[in-house]
């Protein structure tokens, strides 16, 4: 278990911090004796601050939304016990979802008339059997709700036993519209009954019909210890230095990245997030739900499961969040830490005399957890390598969005057959990540570089010749950059004051594979609520508010506060401290192996540094040949 007590800054909230923050709030305003919670999170300090002292007061911001569904935000000094100001949210732009709001559309739509009588229509009686998936009703709000009002929007599945897969019979068609503010269902969508699917699609052990052999056992073992140590929520391995946390929103975020005592960046987590689905199936059409911004991936962090989740010698932190009542829930195992050993770091077979024959292992330090939200899963990895590499990898996994297969409603290249009864719809998945860098502790740079072919001409007769050719990006506007594989399109982070050996100033290399950009029509709602999700690449000056790449909350807006606007000034980034904001994701067409659980699927973005050594840093690794190696010689 984690300590209780804090001993840093940026130490993870304690229970008991949060109690007492909640005590504070209640205490100042009785009227928030009723409200639900949506959140509590850390109010950082000021970073250049921080670096000055550690013995910093602490600050937490609670969030949440009050008896007449109005959205506040209250920010109090812990270690005072004192509120210091409590401001309401806009009706334009909300917080995250509460578990209360959620239970409420479940309790409202169940108990509509209009719903019921849909459901009899197809011959479903036993309420006990539905199921009901809220989703987030901002972007295609119904006629029927107030403008500023909060809603969901709901969609059905029906079970055929207490134990069984819902998703795999979905009630085609069926949608209600929730006003939450006003506490009633507005409307119920019925596009006509389609037969539920009668096939199972049971994922968990029970439900198969038979498990294939084991495999025999890969056993991973460190008998002399882990490489890693942990003092409450500080890392360090082979030179590396951070500190994880669970953040509400962001989900898994890492503090003050550091190798060898050289800062690489100051903080790093998931800005936001998009789902747009592209089918005109009406099940799905209207879809493009910000998991971490309008539920929230800290809140949806999983308790991860020795030796499933995560293999070999673990090191555990838990996390503790506000709970919707005001009480305080544990998260147990909700960051995992562990070694990993990641194949040949560097080998040459000499062919010479010489005769030398060198290979080294790599080893490298992940640091995962695992949110649930809605129908899908998604792992946010962080992996950080002995040559300075660090790579950011999402793992995308759970089920994928249903309908009943009806030939009048699917269109091919828009819904997929994943089964004779069942058609899933193109989609995306589209992360932002926020990287507050502090390469080599100063002001930093941005770089892009093209590499691009030479003309044939005498200096280049037969045309083989290519160069890379860089450039400086030095307003915010001609940072808003896509990839271009075909021309080995890279970033560089740089610090113009800090020179290595040949002359150089240090870097870092922002490395994408093939990553896609939003899909959605610019001016639809998807395209300006997840504008982020436009451009693969945003650079900015450093500003502590400007945390997020769709704006601060992001439930029923239209586009308030996301990266567009934040950019619209034009600001320098010529030589600041420089935030860049990677969009990266996959463009989902579902296939039968998708079903009934989906296979992970993986995308991120690789740091590389670039001049940032002299030499290659692991060359200095001893040679680490096991002997418990067994082969049939």
């Not at 079903?595 to 200095?620: A, R, S």
Request: charged content about 25%; proline content about 6%.
């Amino acid at each position: 278990m984690m300590s209780q007590n804090f001993n840093h800054p940026l130490s993870t909230l304690s229970a008991s911090e949060i109690e007492d923050a909640v005590s504070v709030l209640k205490n100042s305003n009785k009227e928030h004796e009723n409200s639900s919670f949506s959140y509590i999170s850390l109010e950082e300090p000021d970073k250049k601050l921080l670096k000055e002292k550690s013995n910093l007061d602490r600050f937490v911001k609670i969030v949440g939304v009050d008896q007449k569904s109005n959205g506040f935000e209250a920010e109090i000094n812990l270690s005072k016990k004192e509120l210091l100001k409590e401001e309401k949210i806009s009706n334009k732009a909300g917080p995250t979802y509460t578990l209360a709001e959620i239970f409420k559309a479940i309790e409202l739509t169940m108990g509509d008339e209009n719903y019921q009588k849909a459901l009899e229509k197809r011959g479903i009686k036993d309420l006990s059997l539905i199921q009901i998936d809220p989703w987030p009703g901002g972007g295609f709000v119904n006629k029927n709700i107030k403008n500023g009002n909060r809603a969901l929007k709901a969609i059905s599945f029906l079970k055929d036993s207490e134990k069984d897969n819902a998703y795999a019979r979905p009630i085609q068609g069926l949608i209600a519209h929730i006003d939450l503010t006003e506490n009633k269902v507005v409307e119920v969508e019925d596009h006509g009954v389609v037969e539920v699917p009668k096939a199972h699609a049971r994922y968990d052990k029970d439900g198969q019909e038979s498990l294939r052999e084991n495999p025999k056992e890969i056993a991973i073992t460190q008998p002399e210890g882990v490489g890693f140590s942990v003092e409450d929520n500080l890392i360090s391995w082979e030179g590396w230095q951070l500190r994880a946390s669970i953040d509400p929103i962001e989900g898994l975020a890492l503090h003050q990245v550091s190798l060898n005592d050289r800062p690489i960046f100051y903080r790093a987590g998931l800005s936001d997030m998009v789902v747009p689905y592209g089918s005109s199936d009406p099940m799905h059409w209207w879809k493009a739900v910000h998991d971490g911004t309008e539920y929230g991936f800290g809140t949806m962090t999983n308790s991860l499961t020795l030796g499933c989740d995560c293999l070999g010698e673990i090191y555990y932190l838990d996390a503790h969040k506000l709970a919707f009542d005001g009480s305080v829930e544990t998260i147990e195992n909700a960051i995992c830490i562990h070694e990993e050993d990641f194949g040949v770091q560097w080998k040459h077979n000499d062919s010479t005399q010489m005769g030398y024959n060198e290979v080294r292992r790599s080893r490298r330090l992940v640091v995962s957890s695992f949110a649930t939200i809605g129908n899908y899963d998604y792992g946010i990895f962080w992996y950080l390598y002995l040559d300075g590499t660090i790579q950011l990898e999402i793992k995308l996994t759970g089920v994928v969005g249903i309908s009943a297969f009806h030939e009048d409603i699917h269109k091919p290249g828009q819904d997929f057959k994943i089964s004779p009864e069942l058609a899933s719809p193109i989609h995306q998945h589209l992360f932002n990540v926020r990287i507050d860098w502090d390469l080599d502790d100063g002001d930093n740079q941005l770089y892009e570089t093209n590499v691009e072919p030479l003309p044939i001409n005498n200096a280049n007769p037969e045309g083989t010749q290519f160069q890379a050719v860089s450039s400086h990006l030095t307003k915010e506007s001609e940072a808003q950059r896509n990839i271009a594989p075909e021309k080995s399109r890279s970033w560089k982070i740089v610090n113009p004051k800090k020179l290595n050996k040949v002359g150089l100033p240090t870097a870092y290399k922002i490395l994408y594979g093939n990553t896609p950009t939003l899909l959605s029509n610019p001016d639809s709602p998807p395209g300006k609520r997840a504008a982020f999700a436009k451009h693969n690449i945003w650079a900015t000056p450093f500003q502590n508010e400007e945390r997020s790449g769709g704006g601060r909350h992001t439930v029923m807006h239209s586009g308030e506060g996301g990266l567009e606007e934040i950019t619209a000034k034009d600001r320098n980034i010529s030589e600041c401290d420089l935030v860049t904001w990677l969009t990266f994701g996959v463009t989902h067409l579902p296939r039968p192996e998708d079903w009934p659980v989906m296979p992970v699927e993986y995308c991120g973005v690789h740091l590389i540094p670039v001049g940032f050594f002299d030499q290659n840093p692991t060359i200095n690794l001893p040679p680490s040949c096991s002997s418990k190696s067994k082969s049939n010689k």
